[in-house]
C-alpha cells in the first residue's frame, strides 16, 4: 500500500511569489491535514479538509489556502510568499475523520525555502 | 487545545528500555492520549494511544495515571533507530483531526 505522497520534495522561490504544494494520500483515506514546521515554531496545524470540504483551520494568515479533490488529493496554496514562510510543509492523511479513527499517516514533506 | 508537558531531551543506551514521560493535567474526560515520533528527514509517525487503559502494541506500551493527568511511554527495548523526537499529543473523541504539537522530546540513543 503506497504512503502519503507529497510533491514536491523540495522547492525554492522568490519573496512576493507564490506556490502550490500537492498531497496525494493513502488510497481510501479521505480525511488530508496539512501541517508547518519550522524550527522556531516547531509543528502547527494549517487546516484539515475531508470530502472537499474545509473542516478545521489553524490560525494562520489567509495567504495560506487549500482544497481537496473528489478523489481526495489535497493542495495547499500560499500566495505572496514572504521569508518566514520557509519551512517543512507535511501533510498527513486519515481513513475517516470521527471517534473511532485512531492515527494519521505523514508524508515526507515539502521543504519550501524562500529566497 | 489542553496541552502537554514533556522533557526537552532524554537519553538512553542501545538494548535497556526507555520511560518517556508526559504530563497533561489539563486533559479532559474525552480526549486520549496520542503518541507520536518524528525521525530524521521524515514527517512523524504514529506509535501509540490511549484512553485510560495501559496499551501495547507491536512498537512501545503505554502507561497511563489513574487520574490521567500523566503517562509514560515505554520503549521496551531500544535500538539506535529508535532515536527520534517523542510527541505526547492530547486529541479529543469528536473527529477532531488537529493534532496538537507540542515541542517534544528528543530522544538520543547511545551505542
Known amino acids: 500500500k503506497a504512503g502519503v505522497t507529497q510533491t514536491p520534495r523540495y522547492l525554492i522561490k522568490t519573496r512576493g511569489q507564490q506556490v502550490t504544494l500537492s498531497c496525494s494520500p493513502i488510497s481510501g483515506h479521505r480525511s488530508v491535514s496539512w501541517y508547518q514546521q519550522t524550527p522556531g515554531q516547531g509543528l502547527q496545524f494549517l487546516f484539515e479538509y475531508f470530502s472537499e470540504t474545509q473542516r478545521n483551520k489553524g490560525n494562520f494568515p489567509g495567504r495560506f489556502s487549500g482544497r481537496q479533490f473528489s478523489n481526495s488529493r489535497s493542495e495547499m496554496n500560499v500566495s505572496t510568499l514572504e521569508l518566514g514562510d520557509s519551512a517543512l510543509y507535511l501533510c498527513?492523511?486519515?481513513?475517516?475523520?470521527?471517534?473511532?479513527?485512531?492515527?494519521?499517516?505523514f508524508g515526507q514533506g515539502t521543504r519550501l525555502t524562500v529566497v | 487545545d489542553a496541552k502537554t508537558t514533556q522533557p526537552n531531551s532524554m537519553e538512553s543506551n542501545e538494548e535497556e528500555p526507555v520511560h518517556l514521560p508526559c504530563n497533561h493535567s489539563t486533559i479532559s474526560g474525552t480526549d486520549y492520549i496520542h503518541w507520536y515520533r518524528q525521525l530524521p528527514s521524515q514527517g512523524p509517525e504514529y506509535v501509540i494511544h490511549?484512553?485510560?487503559s495501559n496499551v501495547n502494541n507491536r512498537m512501545a506500551s503505554l502507561a497511563i495515571a489513574e487520574d490521567r493527568k500523566s503517562s509514560t511511554l515505554i520503549l521496551h527495548r531500544a535500538t539506535l533507530r529508535d532515536a527520534a523526537v517523542y510527541y505526547c499529543i492530547l486529541r479529543d473523541n469528536f473527529g477532531n483531526e488537529k493534532l496538537t504539537f507540542g515541542t517534544g522530546t528528543r530522544l538520543t540513543i547511545i551505542p
Open positions: 498527513a492523511s486519515s481513513r475517516l475523520p470521527g471517534p473511532m479513527n485512531t492515527e494519521a499517516f
Open positions: 490511549g484512553l485510560t
